[in-house]
RNA sequence: GGGCGUGUACCCAAGUGGCCAACGGGGUCAGACUGUAAAUCUGAUGGCUUAUGCCUUCGAAGGUUCGAAUCCUUCCACGCCCA
């Protein structure tokens, strides 16, 4: 077992801030003295079926926890689902339906078993609906007495919003408070959260203290950026690399990985790997390219498996670096379109390839499509597809059959 | 409830009767260059049976006009101020 000095060193790779930290330290005590495991809370909020990279930051935390003998409480949020977290917004969330939460909600656990250890001693599930539909409004009033809004507004992004003239509705207030009181109903005794959630971690430890219980710890980790190198990774971006994302083709871990910045390499490695950075840093300075490459190759080895990270390298030398066409790619009948000869915009949508037959014409006078490795420039040609046959867009490849 | 504003394509934002499928910026996609990228440069960015043609689009519905994103009416939404 780890000395809590040493757990506390080994937090600190990921944590941005502990709030506070000798509190952190006296739980952390308590718990070795009494053999009584501390209640780690995460929640998520199920607004999408993907769980992001960005995830993976707190989550490995908790994970860490787990591995000293602690116990993680993942909330879903089904609830505060329908508020909508409007931490870090500038405008309302749309509100989900109940059927489409539910449906996200599903496959978060499944998504989450990539990182954390998911027995029954290790994993507590809980959703919010458990304690929140049974409210009434006397209680929600009680809830929302807690605060004020001059504390509300104290937050950068509901300010910023109120100053700019942005509407903000009265239910985007609740959100905290609402995840505040899972801490309360969950006796949790540290959170986990992004950086952007320092605030409504804050309101659980009041809450908590309110209703006469030891307020939690709260730990929050730093953002991983995204994508497009420059905003945070999140689902409402589009900028994000999933879990379960595969790990090559064209949407695929190696291939995202590989065309971020290199400027990002050592937050990534910092914070989705344990690799010491003292050799990790020297690859990047040494080879940023290679750097990524290793590190697409670790990512995929943690959520897939070291072939398919060997797979997708290889994949990856094929398609980019090669400029030959991959082993695998989408396929697609012709069959639908009725008989041949078909246009070859009309082809590119059936693809997938091209939003509209104008988008495909367009491409195609920009010199982006080939035929089974042949360039074509004439937007007019037709083909009779009576054999498997592989077009390319840009970076993207379909193969067509008969 | 009253007053004043605002509502344009993925986002921001010009346009205030015909030259508007609608300037510009961002984003996105593609081409060149590369290390896969980043940066840079270039092009594209409503739909259709590719047509100097048709259809749909400037919050919604009506109206005026040969002709409307632009004018009028009503409605809706949002912001600010007053109550």
Not at 302 to 321: G, I, K, P, R, S
């Amino acid at each position: 077992m780890m000395s809590i000095d040493d757990q506390l060193a080994a937090l600190s790779r990921r944590t941005e801030r502990i709030v506070p930290e000798a509190d952190l330290r006296a739980k952390l005590e308590r718990s070795t003295k009494t053999g009584t495991p501390l209640r780690i809370k995460l929640g998520m909020d199920p607004t999408a079926p993907d769980v992001t990279l960005g995830h993976a930051v707190p989550l490995r935390v908790v994970r860490q926890f787990q591995d000293w003998g602690h116990k993680a409480v993942l909330i879903i949020g089904d609830y505060t689902a329908r508020v909508g977290d409007p931490s870090g917004r500038n405008k309302t969330r749309p509100q989900l339906s109940g059927e489409e939460i539910d449906q996200n909600a599903r496959t978060y656990v499944e998504q989450v078993g990539k990182i954390l250890l998911t027995d029954a001693a290790h994993l507590e599930t809980r959703f919010n609906g458990e304690w929140f539909a049974k409210m009434n409004l006397l209680d929600v009033l009680r809830l929302t007495s807690k605060k004020s809004v001059a504390q509300m507004l104290e937050r950068e992004d509901f300010k910023n919003r109120y100053t700019t003239g942005v509407d903000i509705r009265i239910h985007e207030f609740l959100y905290p408070l609402m995840q505040g009181w899972d801490s309360v109903m969950t006796d949790a005794d540290v959170e986990m959260g992004g950086s952007d959630q320092l605030f409504n971690n804050l309101v659980g430890r009041d809450l908590q203290a309110d209703a006469e219980k030891p307020g939690q710890a709260v730990i929050v980790t730093p953002l991983l950026v995204g994508t497009d190198g420059v905003k945070k990774m999140s689902k409402s971006q589009k900028n994000y690399i999933g879990v379960t994302d595969p790990a090559s083709g064209p949407s695929g871990m190696f291939g995202k990985i590989m065309s971020l910045p290199d400027v990002l390499m050592e937050s990534y490695y910092t914070l989705l790997t344990d690799l010491p950075m003292g050799p990790v840093k020297e690859q990047i300075q040494r080879s940023p390219r290679d750097a990524k490459i290793a590190l697409a190759k670790h990512l995929i080895t943690w959520l897939h498996t070291a072939e398919a990270a060997n797979t997708a390298e290889a994949d990856f030398v094929t398609q980019f670096v090669k400029h030959e066409a991959p082993q695998e790619m989408p396929e697609f009948g012709v069959g639908e379109l009725g008989p041949g000869p078909h246009k070859l915009p009309a082809l590119l949508v059936r693809a997938g390839l091209a939003a509209s037959n104008g988008e495909g014409t367009r491409k195609i006078k920009e010199g982006a499509v080939s035929i089974d490795g042949e360039k074509v420039t004439d937007f007019q040609k037709c083909l009779t597809i009576d054999k498997a046959t592989v077009l390319k867009l840009g970076r993207k490849y379909a193969r067509l059959l008969p």
